[in-house]
């Protein structure tokens, strides 16, 4: 399945923006998908993840209550709703997917197998 990230952009702090990551190839459907960012200098980091059938959805805890990840499998997609934004938020986003997430590497980059390129987000303060 190829991904493709977008919605990023320039925002204000407290400002919201709407991360989409379109599926091509195959149907998200059975796929868990991932949400992660990477600030320079830092390594990547989970952000969000909503389980195969969508009725899991996970969080990092610095994005906890102002991030919302949802899926409509029917149009391949998956969205990051993100609210209140912080200039720590400030990153490459990426989205990835996998057929076969183990629930314990929920949280873990090396548990997905399929990744999109990022799309930037920067927030100033």
């Known amino acids: 399945v190829q991904l493709q990230a977008s919605g990023g952009g320039l925002v204000q702090a407290g400002d919201s923006l709407r991360l989409s990551c379109s599926a091509s190839?195959?149907?998200?459907?059975?796929?868990?998908v991932g949400w992660f960012r990477q600030a320079p200098g830092k390594e990547r980091e989970f952000v969000s993840a909503?389980?195969?059938?969508?009725?899991?959805?996970y969080y990092a805890d610095p994005v906890k209550g102002r991030f919302t990840i949802s899926r409509d499998n029917a149009k391949n997609m998956v969205y990051l709703q993100m609210n209140s934004l912080k200039p720590e938020d400030t990153a490459v986003y990426y989205c990835?997917?996998?057929?076969?997430?183990?629930?314990?590497?929920?949280?873990?980059?090396?548990?997905?197998?399929?990744w999109g390129q990022g799309t930037q987000v920067t927030v100033s303060s």
């Open positions: 909503s389980r195969w059938n969508g009725g899991h959805t």
């Open positions: 190839g195959r149907t998200f459907s059975g796929y868990s």
């Open positions: 990835a997917a996998s057929r076969s997430l183990i629930l314990s590497e929920t949280r873990r980059a090396s548990g997905y197998n399929f």
